[in-house]
């Protein structure tokens, strides 16, 4: 094979898929700047919808959940509370719906060349986190207008934000497939997406839910990675919920290995279908 070439042969590919991955790595941010231009074209606000949704929600949710039902904040400002679970949540949110519609999106591109097509869903997640890095700018504003220090925890953010970024990926993987059989799909992820956002603990603490049903609420992956956050950001105000991590990693594990399998199961059959 000449450098620079890449020679399909008949169930060759299928033993250098993964290994492939890395040869089309450039397609990786290829895709991702494409999606992230289509995004915001002709769009009034343009990148700023990506601080405008997490910021408004954490308005909405710091006044009915702070100053309505008046949950226990530990000490800490409202907003700030609501807007380092909202960070995680919103990546989470856009990394899953956009992963699991990737396929149907680029279609026509997958019928036209070869190319290992769990790259579609994954680069998807690449465009949620610049949508991230922009959004923590917010929180930036947020704890010099509070002036709250953020603790030496903080360097462990990545650390969560990697089980986030696991979390969305499996989850987006398996249902991008199946999104390809069962159309039915485009309008299920919205609805367990907006479910989601209200059995996460983003407007409150998750110290609220009563203790016999922690262990089936900690099922919900990205309620490790909310507390998580938390812990970095505010430190002793949040402890670290061990369990809740714990549970978050064993649940995101499942998540990817299912979601890698029954994607490279179905792979083969996604253009005939399509």
């Keep these: 094979m000449k450098t620079g070439q890449i020679i399909i042969e008949a169930g060759k590919t299928e033993k250098q898929y993964f290994s492939d991955l890395w040869s089309y790595r450039e397609l990786f941010f290829f895709l991702a700047w494409r999606d992230f231009l289509v995004r915001y074209k002709q769009t009034a606000f343009g990148v700023t919808w990506a601080v405008l949704r997490p910021f408004l929600t954490m308005v909405v949710f710091s006044f009915i959940f702070g100053r309505i039902a008046k949950f226990p904040s530990n000490g800490v400002p409202y907003p700030i509370l ?161 369990a809740a991590l714990i549970i978050s990693l064993l649940v995101t594990t499942v998540f990817i290995v299912i979601g890698i399998y029954y994607f490279r199961k179905t792979e083969r059959s996604f253009v005939d279908i399509i």
Excluded: H
């Design 82 to 242: 609501v807007y380092t679970a909202m960070l995680p949540w919103y990546f989470f949110s856009q990394a899953f719906g956009d992963s699991s519609n990737s396929l149907i999106a680029g279609q026509n591109m997958m019928a036209k060349i070869y190319f290992p097509r769990i790259i579609m869903p994954i680069s998807a997640i690449i465009v949620a986190m610049v949508d991230f890095a922009i959004s923590f700018l917010i929180l930036i504003g947020l704890l010099i207008y509070f002036q709250y220090q953020p603790q030496w925890t903080i360097i462990f953010l990545p650390f969560f934000l990697l089980i986030a970024f696991g979390a969305a990926m499996g989850a987006g993987i398996f249902v991008a497939a199946l999104n390809v059989k069962y159309r039915d799909f485009r309008y299920i992820v919205p609805f367990i997406i907006q479910f989601g956002l209200y059995i996460s603990p983003v407007g409150f603490s998750s110290r609220v839910i009563p203790e016999k049903w922690q262990i089936l609420y900690y099922l919900n992956p990205m309620v490790g990675v909310i507390e998580g956050f938390r812990w970095c950001i505010l430190g002793g105000a949040n402890t670290l919920n061990a």
